[in-house]
């Protein structure tokens, strides 16, 4: 069975700066990842999912990830936040069925 | 508007009192879901269903069921519900595994 370890769990950050939010997986298959974000008091939407091919993957809002096989990790980049980042960042992993591990999440408070 | 509606947004209610939260789709989904998000534990997975008439458990189906009687919807029961089950319930759905998942906007429920 997979599962999933973001290792931050809260993010402090300046508006305009960069931001990595890490997450590492663990799999005997070979996985499906995403990133959500959930901003408060709202449902997850999806910024961004690797299933194959080129291992950088841009998703919405300048976000970017990449997806290392043999370090199993998929960590989340944005080289320079808004205020209106701060949100909760959910790391996903699929082995390709139905089934679907989150992460615990990284809190990221963007302060002006 | 393609979403994923759940009714009651909140609820409180107490120790043994059967209740239902539904879940609608209107995107022709085949796959649904039912997380429960709880302060640094992320999402876990409850239930799942691949098609009408076709569930199966996800991490945490203790207290839980559901049924899948039409492709739009998919109701969680707590028949007996207790304190322990106070948590952020999220419904979603997704055409298939790989596929980007599609979050409603959640229900708080507190059990007394």
């Known amino acids: 069975a997979q599962s999933v370890t973001q290792l931050d769990s809260q993010v402090p950050v300046f508006e305009e700066a960069p931001v990595e939010l890490r997450c590492n997986y663990s799999s005997s298959v070979s996985v499906y990842l995403f990133w959500y974000v959930q901003y408060p008091n709202q449902g997850l939407q999806l910024l961004l999912k690797y299933l194959s091919g080129s291992t950088l993957v841009k998703g919405i809002n300048g976000f970017e990830a990449e997806f290392n096989k043999s370090q199993t990790s998929f960590h989340l980049r944005k080289p320079s936040v808004h205020i209106s980042d701060t949100a909760e960042y959910f790391c996903?992993?699929?082995?390709?069925?139905?089934?679907?591990?989150f992460g615990a999440g990284t809190t990221v408070t963007v302060r002006a | 508007e393609a979403q994923v509606t759940q009714n009651p947004r909140y609820l409180i209610t107490v120790t043994g009192k059967k209740l239902t939260v539904t879940c609608s789709q209107n995107?022709?989904?085949?796959?649904m879901s039912w997380y429960r998000q709880d302060p640094g534990l992320g999402l876990r997975q409850i239930y799942y269903?691949?098609?009408?008439?076709?569930?199966d458990k996800g991490d945490v189906p203790e207290g839980y069921k559901v049924s899948r009687k039409e492709k739009r919807n998919f109701p969680l029961i707590l028949e007996s519900p207790s304190p322990n089950q106070t948590s952020l319930y999220f419904c979603?759905?997704?055409?298939?595994?790989?596929?980007?998942?599609?979050f409603g906007p959640g229900t708080r429920l507190l059990v007394l």
């Open positions: 996903a992993v699929s082995e390709g069925d139905y089934k679907l591990s």
């Open positions: 979603a759905s997704s055409p298939g595994t790989g596929e980007t998942q599609y």
């Open positions: 995107m022709n989904h085949e796959y």
């Open positions: 269903s691949m098609n009408v008439e076709v569930t």
